[in-house]
């Protein structure tokens, strides 16, 4: 089964800090994701990334930024958190094998910014 | 037309019902679709893909009409274990790599 694990299952920050929220997964897929998910709005894509040092910008990339320097490990960065940003986040990854792979969740990140 | 788009529900069904959401997308050429269920305060979970004509599993049913371009979801005998909210998704139009997702239609299964 793949795993994706996000380290972290709730965490509160003040607003102006800088947040880090990271995702690993083990079944050596190519790409990853990151969602954000808000009641009545659904999941919205933030960034995803295809490979190592690769990176797409999502629907809603701003207030963001992303790192993957491993292929296993894909970090989502909140440079300055905004109370705006109190949001479910998820993170996907998803074998490029072709299109009917699936992808697959972390359990999420609930991000609390006081 | 959204990219993607589902009634929101919620459908309230009591235990044994049958019942079946449909979801529209826009993009013509989309391939492979996925449904996907999310239970309260978790990650959402692959329920089916559907690439074909459709798809069955159990009690669960998916079918495509590509020609009125939506998907469905068909449940038989609901269970109180069925509740739950059902994400469709699908593939963006340019990019195959990147899925958007439904904001999802909640099911209620009563006793």
């Known amino acids: 089964d793949v795993k994706v694990t996000q380290s972290s299952r709730y965490l509160v920050k003040r607003t102006g800090e800088k947040v880090f929220l990271e995702c690993v997964q083990d079944m050596d897929h190519e790409n990853m994701f990151w969602y954000r998910q808000d009641p009545g709005l659904g999941l919205r894509l933030i960034y995803f990334?295809?490979?190592?040092?690769?990176?797409e910008k999502g629907d809603i990339p701003e207030g963001y930024s992303v790192s993957r320097e491993k292929k296993e490990r894909f970090s989502l960065i909140l440079e300055s958190a905004s109370t705006n940003q109190t949001s479910m986040y998820l993170c996907?990854?998803?074998?490029?094998?072709?299109?009917?792979?699936?992808?697959?969740f972390g359990n999420g990140t609930r991000l609390t910014v006081t | 037309r959204k990219e993607v788009e589902q009634d929101p529900g919620p459908f309230n069904v009591p235990e044994g019902a049958t019942v079946a959401f449909n979801c529209t997308y826009s993009?013509?050429?989309?391939?492979?679709f996925f449904w996907y269920r999310q239970d309260c305060r978790k990650e959402p979970k692959l329920l089916m893909s559907v690439y074909s004509s459709g798809n069955e599993d159990g009690r669960f049913t998916a079918q495509l009409n590509r020609a009125s371009q939506y998907i469905s979801l068909l449940i038989r005998d609901s269970k109180l274990s069925d509740s739950a909210t059902y994400l469709c998704?699908?593939?963006?139009?340019?990019?195959?790599?990147?899925?958007?997702f439904g904001t999802g239609t909640r099911l209620q299964v009563f006793p």
């Open positions: 996907a990854s998803r074998s490029r094998t072709g299109p009917n792979s699936p992808l697959h």
């Open positions: 998704v699908v593939p963006r139009s340019y990019n195959t790599d990147k899925l958007i």
């Open positions: 993009n013509s050429a989309s391939q492979s």
């Open positions: 990334s295809y490979d190592v040092k690769m990176k």
